[in-house]
Structures are given as structure tokens and as C-alpha cells.
């Protein structure tokens, strides 16, 4: 059973910076996509970054210029670094992994707090 471990969430000020991390429990082989979600108070879980496996990224239009998603495929991580933080942001932020199968893995959430 694959698990993803995310990290690197936590409490920052505006226009401030974080790392999010998130490492795969065991070799995952057939990867398409790694990702981040992220989920607000009350709203629906929504797409944050995405990168594919030949390296080509979707970010959303809120976070375009401020988030950079990467990825190490030797050691089955992806992460997203964070700058010029908005109160918006504020959520929890899910790590995602897509297989070639389109079989999907989340992790358990980081909570990612962005005071004004």
C-alpha cells in the first residue's frame, strides 16, 4: 500500500514563503502526474499545481508567478514551493499522485495558514 507523507505546511504572514513537500512510502513505478489540491473552509477541493511526467506543469490562474511545483522521480517526490503568500491561500493542501493506470494516491494534508 503506497502512502504519501507531506510536510512543510504551517503558520506564515503575508507575502511570506513555504515548502511543501510530499515523499511516496514505496517505490511507485508508472507515474503520469504528481500534484497539489488544495481545500478551504467551505469550498471545494481545487487544483493548485500539476506536473506530468515529461516536466510540463498546470498551475491555476491564482497561483500563477507565485507557486513552483517540482519533482525528483529517482526518489518519488514532488513539491511546491510557495511565495508571495495571500490570506487566500489559506487551506489544507493535499499531495496527489497519478498512475499511468489513472489510479490516484492523496496524501493526508498539510494545513497551510496565511495571516494578514
Known amino acids: 500500500q503506497v502512502q504519501l507523507v507531506e510536510s512543510g505546511g504551517g503558520l506564515v504572514q503575508a507575502g511570506g514563503s513555504l515548502r511543501l513537500s510530499c515523499a511516496a512510502s514505496?517505490?511507485?513505478?508508472?507515474?503520469?502526474?504528481m500534484g497539489w489540491y488544495r481545500q478551504a473552509p467551505g469550498k471545494q477541493r481545487e487544483l493548485v499545481a500539476k506536473?506530468?511526467?515529461?516536466?510540463?506543469?498546470n498551475y491555476a490562474d491564482s497561483v500563477k508567478g507565485r507557486f513552483t511545483i517540482s519533482r525528483d522521480n529517482a526518489k518519488n517526490t514532488v513539491s511546491l514551493q510557495m511565495n508571495s503568500l495571500k490570506p487566500e491561500d489559506t487551506a489544507v493542501y493535499y499531495c496527489?499522485?497519478?498512475?499511468?493506470?489513472?489510479?490516484?494516491?492523496w496524501g493526508q494534508g498539510t494545513q497551510v495558514t496565511v495571516s494578514s
Open positions: 514505496a517505490s511507485m513505478l508508472n507515474i503520469n502526474a
Open positions: 506536473i506530468f511526467s515529461g516536466s510540463s506543469t
Open positions: 496527489m499522485i497519478l498512475t499511468t493506470s489513472l489510479r490516484a494516491y
